[in-house]
């Protein structure tokens, strides 16, 4: 592939869990991963071990929380190639509580608790993928995933026969239904663009984040690249599971 045509693709925190694994999973189709992280070192460290692997790989220095890394991230991406092609929006917080052993419920769950998680998982996630917009508009197929969680589906929140109707964590389902939201319209917005916009639930993941997970690193992998790399027919403002649609 000619240097000129090589996909560009932005992953935010890609040091580690889930995000590490789609630049991996990315860079193997020989898609340059850029991967956002808000540790340097961290960041570095992780970019090392795919070009270790013969992966086109790089740090990039992004801070969801911090306004002025979409700025100086958004202006070198644009300096080096002009475009970005793919957004995938993976950074993300948990920071309910416990109490006995289970998510402390939705009239306990402080307002500190639903603000921090929501400045991450939602507002900021927001703020960087419109400071990227622009540029993914000078792909010629831009794809922007937003990573959401089967969690954030009011839908099976409120069927008591689907299997999360009895693990409700506030702050961060609901920050994750609202990032849903803005999946949709943002999807509506740039409909008549080559650029697709879907939300991802990757599954229950083994990472940090989610010590319950059910399925290896690879697999959960797997709705974020598909949704990346998603053809030219492909769809927009679908909220999908490997390939399969889940309710709203
Ligand atoms: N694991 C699951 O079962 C599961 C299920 C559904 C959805 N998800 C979603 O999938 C995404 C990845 O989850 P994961 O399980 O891989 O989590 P993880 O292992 O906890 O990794 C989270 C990543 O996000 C980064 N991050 C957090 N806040 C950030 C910020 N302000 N700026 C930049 N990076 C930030 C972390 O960076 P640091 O290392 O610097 O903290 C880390 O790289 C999340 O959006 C999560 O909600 C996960």
């Known amino acids: 592939?000619?240097?000129?045509?090589q996909k560009i693709a932005l992953i935010t925190g890609a040091n580690r869990g889930i995000g590490f694994e789609t630049a991996r999973q990315l860079g193997q189709l020989g898609i340059k991963v850029l991967l956002g992280a808000r540790s340097a070192e961290k960041g570095t460290e992780a970019?090392?071990?795919?070009?270790?692997?013969?992966?086109?790989?790089?740090?990039i220095l992004l801070d969801v929380d911090d306004e002025k890394t979409h700025e100086s991230a958004e202006?070198?991406?644009?300096a080096k190639f002009g475009k970005l092609d793919i957004l995938v929006n993976n950074a993300g917080i948990?920071?309910?509580?416990?109490?006995n052993g289970a998510p402390v419920g939705a009239s306990q769950t402080s307002s500190e608790i639903f603000r921090k998680t929501f400045d991450t998982n939602f507002f900021n996630t927001i703020a960087l993928t419109q400071k990227f917009v622009p540029l993914i508009k000078k792909?010629?197929?831009?794809?922007?995933?937003?990573?959401?969680?089967?969690l954030g589906s009011l839908n099976l929140h409120s069927d008591p026969n689907s299997p999360i109707y009895n693990w409700k964590v506030p702050a961060y389902d609901i920050s994750k239904t609202a990032l849903n939201g803005y999946a949709v319209h943002l999807a509506y917005e740039l409909k008549d663009t080559p650029i697709k916009v879907n939300a991802a639930h990757p599954g229950s993941v083994v990472t940090d984040m989610n010590a319950r997970g059910e399925i290896p690193l690879e697999e959960g992998a797997k709705t974020s690249v598909s949704l990346a790399t998603l053809p030219d027919d492909g769809y927009t403002g679908?909220?999908?599971h490997l390939g399969a649609e889940l309710p709203w």
């Open 75 to 78: 202006k070198s991406i644009e």
């Open 1 to 5: 592939m000619s240097e000129q045509n």
């Open 94 to 99: 948990y920071i309910d509580e416990n109490e």
């Open 238 to 240: 679908k909220f999908i």
């Open 139 to 150: 792909s010629d197929a831009g794809r922007i995933v937003f990573l959401s969680s089967g």
């Open 47 to 59: 970019a090392d071990k795919l070009k270790a692997e013969g992966l086109d790989a790089e740090f």
